[in-house]
């Protein structure tokens, strides 16, 4: 098993749709993940952190369940703009061990 | 600024060279990485450093080498017995596990 496994995708989406990327990881002790964005042929970009309660940020939600060691990403009101790869780390063994999903690549059409 | 600078952006080189990845940050953090990301796929991790004169190999480490003399400074070899060594390399460094990244230097070995 991957220590960190995305939704393999890709997501085509129209504007306007609510669409959901989910992550699963193996380590059960793990404390802290994150998602991130990545445009093409760029460096990856923070999005959001994950927290214990769920966090929101305008129209992206994040959560995370420990029981069954997913943490989600949550785009509503999808844009044009949102069309990247979306990937998700989890710091395996909170020293800074920081492993990435594959991604998963999101384009939103007109 | 503060930030990540990687360098040079495009690296060409002969098969059978030694090639060393520079890359530098000046936000004072602690811990720094080395990701290789193959096109279409998720960033994997070749080697990474908390501190000075420490270093632990990732998923991928053959075929490469580090080294952190300074905190500010985590180069990377990309040796000859790397096999398969054209690709697009990313540096990042963390604080409080939130990870900044270079832009990135992509890495054709003909």
């Known amino acids: 098993r991957k220590e960190v496994e995305q939704d393999p995708g890709p997501f085509n989406v129209p504007e306007g749709a609510t669409v959901a990327f989910n992550c699963t990881y193996s380590?059960?002790?793990?404390?802290?993940f994150f998602w991130y964005r990545q445009d093409c042929r760029k460096e990856p970009k923070l999005l959001m952190s994950?927290?214990?309660s769920g966090n929101e940020d305008g129209r992206f939600t994040a959560q995370l369940n420990r029981a069954s060691q997913y943490i989600s990403l949550l785009i509503r009101d999808s844009k044009l703009s949102d069309s990247a790869t979306y990937l998700c780390?989890?710091?395996?063994?909170?020293?800074?061990?920081?492993?990435f999903g594959a991604g998963t690549r999101l384009t939103v059409k007109p | 600024d503060g930030g990540i600078t990687q360098s040079p952006k495009y690296l060409f080189r002969k098969e059978g060279q030694n090639v060393t990845l520079s890359c530098e940050q000046n936000?004072?953090?602690?811990?720094m990485y080395w990701y290789r990301q193959d096109p279409g796929q998720g960033l994997r991790l070749i080697y990474y450093?908390?501190?000075?004169?420490?270093?632990q190999k990732g998923d991928i480490a053959e075929g490469y080498s580090v080294s952190r003399e300074k905190k500010e400074s985590f180069p990377l070899t990309v040796t000859s017995a790397q096999k398969n060594p054209t690709a697009f390399y990313l540096c990042?460094?963390?604080?409080?596990?939130?990870?900044?990244f270079g832009p990135g230097t992509r890495l054709t070995v003909l």
């Open positions: 380590n059960s002790a793990s404390q802290s």
């Open positions: 994950v927290y214990s």
């Open positions: 936000l004072n953090h602690d811990a």
């Open positions: 990042a460094s963390t604080l409080a596990g939130e990870l900044s």
């Open positions: 450093s908390q501190i000075v004169n420490d270093f």
């Open positions: 780390v989890v710091n395996m063994l909170n020293n800074n061990d920081m492993r």
